[in-house]
């Protein structure tokens, strides 16, 4: 029984043993092989390595992979013009040599996106110095980024070679600081007052001349309407005249019986209306009596 459990615990013990001597690095990874704490290899190939157990040896990873550094600094810079500004921005970059990036950066991803976020945005704070507000959102926009990612080179790959390269260098925004941008804002909005209050009283003069010119014409109109209907009035007047006095002319009783009895007729304008006379002495009663008589 005591030799069962001998055997049991030494087949631990080698498993362990194979197990600390066993390590596999994926294909996304570097494998990094320390011995006494000095790099001793540099796996790049995915697969199955060995190593000596702790504390002889001991192996680290690092992301072989394209990683993307964010810019999280919110404090402005300063534009050619002294304009303060807000950039947001992101690098893309890998890691190249495990070996130089341990020795001259850290051990970590982590480490070496804090110390490539103060390259970058130290780069940015010198381009945007150069350069104006006007350059940073149109016209220069990707010369900017072209010379950051130059200078961000430059300073990886110096004296001593982080092991990075860097992919690329894009603005995603540029903006005025709050204050400014405020500032900004209302001065827009007073001048889109000022069209809106301008273009109002335009059309406002517009309108009224407008309606001057239609209140012209209808008067126009008018007059010219009651300048016909009084031509028209006059020649039917004399066309009636004409031929009354036609009418007339033809029978003289008749033309003096018709306006006695329209003085009648225009003596009565009410209903109330009386005249008091005497038929013995009124032509038109004569009238009346001599076609009686007939």
């Known amino acids: ?9 030494t087949v631990l013990v080698v498993l362990a043993l194979l197990s600390s001597t066993v390590f596999v690095v994926d294909q996304r990874q ?34 072989k992979r394209l990683l993307t550094l964010d810019s999280t600094d919110t404090e402005s810079m300063l534009t050619a013009e002294k304009q303060r500004v807000v950039i947001d921005w992101y690098v893309r970059w890998r890691i190249t040599d495990p070996s130089a990036y341990i020795r001259n950066v850290g051990t970590t991803e982590g480490q070496g996106a804090v110390q490539l976020n103060r390259v970058v945005r130290n780069a940015f704070q010198e381009e945007v110095n150069r350069r104006t507000v006007q350059d940073m959102i149109s016209g220069k926009r990707e010369q900017t980024m072209a010379d950051v990612k130059r200078e961000v080179l430059e300073a990886v790959k110096g004296g001593k070679p982080w092991g ?42 517009v309108g009224e001349k407008i309606r001057a010119d239609a209140d012209r014409q209808r008067e126009v109109t008018v007059a010219n309407a009651y300048r016909d209907a009084q031509a028209l009035k006059g020649l039917g007047d004399a066309e009636a005249a004409r031929i009354y006095a036609d009418a007339f002319g033809k029978d003289p009783q008749f033309a003096q019986f018709y306006r006695s ?17 005497d038929p013995s002495t009124t032509d038109f009663f004569k009238g009346y009596r001599s076609s009686g008589s007939k």
């Open 261 to 277: 009895l329209e003085a009648y007729k225009s003596s009565f304008n009410k209903k109330s209306d009386v005249i008091v006379v």
């Open 164 to 205: 990075i390269d860097i992919v690329d260098v894009r603005i995603t925004r540029v903006d005025y600081v709050e204050a400014i941008t405020e500032s900004v804002y209302s001065r827009m909005e007073a001048e889109r007052k000022r069209v809106a209050n301008e273009l109002r009283s335009t059309g406002g003069a």
């Open 1 to 9: 029984m005591n030799r069962m459990g001998f055997l049991a615990s």
């Open 30 to 63: 570097f494998g990094i092989k320390y011995a006494l704490g000095q790099i001793k290899e540099v796996i790049t190939e995915p697969g199955l390595n060995f190593k000596l157990p702790p504390p002889l040896q001991n192996v680290t990873y690092l992301d």
